[in-house]
């Protein structure tokens, strides 16, 4: 059902249909939507020496030599990210670096798109904790002189948003979210809202994170979250935690009016946006899945559908004992006894953080597209605890595909769920 059409009757202003125009990803099975599909309906694995790492990553397709040494990789992802979308979604050439970005200036002008029109939103859970580490080290070895005047610029959370901005010359709102492992959801649910009041034509929007550094593994470790066996085993009984990862995801969302004015193919639709709070714990979930279940249900409302309308779940499904545990007690909650397929894309390329909710859209996009569901790979031994058909035996054929669920739940108890749909 769409917006519209979800709101038809009850006497409220129709909502546009935001539909969705470009995918780009960075991850560690593959950049590029295209690389990106074949390894994760192969069920390959991104996971070696128990992190998910973008090892093959160069941002110089995308920045030049000068920008990439004043931006942190977070941001070079994110930038990567979106020109891959904003080239499928054409609005902009894939040209990579234009002759203007070496002069400084914009190297994507937007074409069929008013630049005031067009909005950035990209969140990352923690932004430049590459930059943060280098110049800590750097002002404890050499002092306040020795810390570099970009530090700052380069650190930030935002600094992807600006950094896709100033590329495009996207003149429209743009701002950062950041809420944990949920900002990735947040971002493209923020952004979708922001069509929906009218503020924007179209949204380049996301997520990135660049975690996999000293200082952070080190802190994740001392918290008990990572994987003591270094192997991202969701709703399995013997997953001891998550394996970090990195890279960005980021879509182009679009309202379906502009779409179709300019002749944009549509990719699908982002039908629905819940969110909530837990207030519960500042790093473990509401015991009973409370939180989670009020975002997916806010979001299937939102979307006007019904529990039975959705056909695949791409769960947050971290590894980790309590996530898993609680998160298949909310959507057995949600869904009873008839609950969707669910598995978690975690299991192939590790935990992005704030980026891991936008790369999982892709991801869900792909099975409506396909129609084939990806699989839970390292899946095992069953767990009691955890109910789901989690899709243990490699991709499924799901030809009836029209409508899924991508789950993000992030430390702090806020709760982000997005529902897809076949464009």
Not at 226 to 240: A, I
Request: with cysteine.
């Amino acid at each position: 059902m769409t917006p519209a059409a979800a709101n038809a009757g009850n006497g409220a202003t129709p909502r546009p249909e935001v539909v969705i125009t470009g995918r780009g990803v960075v991850a560690p099975i593959g950049e590029g939507v295209g690389e990106f599909a074949e390894a994760l309906f192969a069920g390959r694995s991104g996971i070696e020496d128990a992190a998910g790492s973008c090892a093959d990553f160069d941002p110089q397709p995308w920045t030049t030599r000068k920008q990439a040494r004043r931006t942190d990789r977070f941001t070079q992802m994110a930038v990567s990210a979106a020109g891959q979308a904003l080239a499928e979604a054409g609005l902009a050439p894939d040209d990579r670096i234009a002759e203007e970005d070496r002069n400084g200036g914009p190297s994507e002008q937007l074409e069929g798109a008013d630049p005031a029109r067009v909005g950035v939103v990209i969140g990352s859970g923690i932004g430049g904790f590459e930059t943060l580490q280098r110049e800590t080290f750097a002002y404890k070895d050499g002092g306040a002189r020795a810390v570099s005047p970009h530090f700052v610029p380069m650190l930030m959370p935002n600094a992807a948003a600006a950094a896709i901005a100033m590329r495009t010359g996207a003149h429209g709102p743009g701002f950062c979210v950041s809420s944990a492992c949920a900002t990735g959801n947040h971002a493209l649910g923020e952004a979708k809202r922001m069509i929906e009041r009218g503020e924007a034509d179209v949204v380049i929007a996301g997520g990135s994170e660049a975690p996999l550094v000293e200082v952070a593994i080190a802190a994740f470790k001392q918290m008990g979250a990572l994987s003591k066996q270094g192997v991202s085993r969701p709703f399995d009984k013997r997953r001891d935690g998550f394996v970090m990862g990195e890279g960005a995801g980021v879509l182009v969302l679009e309202s379906a009016e502009h779409a179709a004015g300019r002749g944009a193919k549509v990719v699908g639709r982002l039908a629905g946006y819940g969110a909530s709070n837990d207030a519960f714990h500042i790093t473990q979930p509401d015991p009973e899945g409370a939180g989670a279940q009020r975002a997916i249900r806010a979001a299937l409302a939102d979307a006007g559908a019904d529990p039975g309308d959705v056909g695949y779940v791409n769960a947050h499904g971290t590894s980790t004992p309590f996530n898993d545990r609680i998160e298949s007690k909310a959507i057995r909650s949600v869904f009873g006894d008839e609950a969707p397929p669910a598995s978690s894309t975690k299991s192939q390329i590790g935990h992005l953080l704030g980026a891991a909710g936008a790369v999982e859209a892709v991801a869900t996009l792909l099975a409506l597209e396909t129609g084939s569901l990806p699989a839970t790979i390292n899946y095992g031994e069953e767990d009691p605890d955890c109910e789901l058909d989690c899709i243990p035996d490699g991709p499924r054929e799901a030809p009836g595909l029209e409508l899924a669920l991508s789950n993000s739940f992030g430390f702090g108890g806020q709760n982000a769920c997005l529902v897809l749909a076949k464009g």
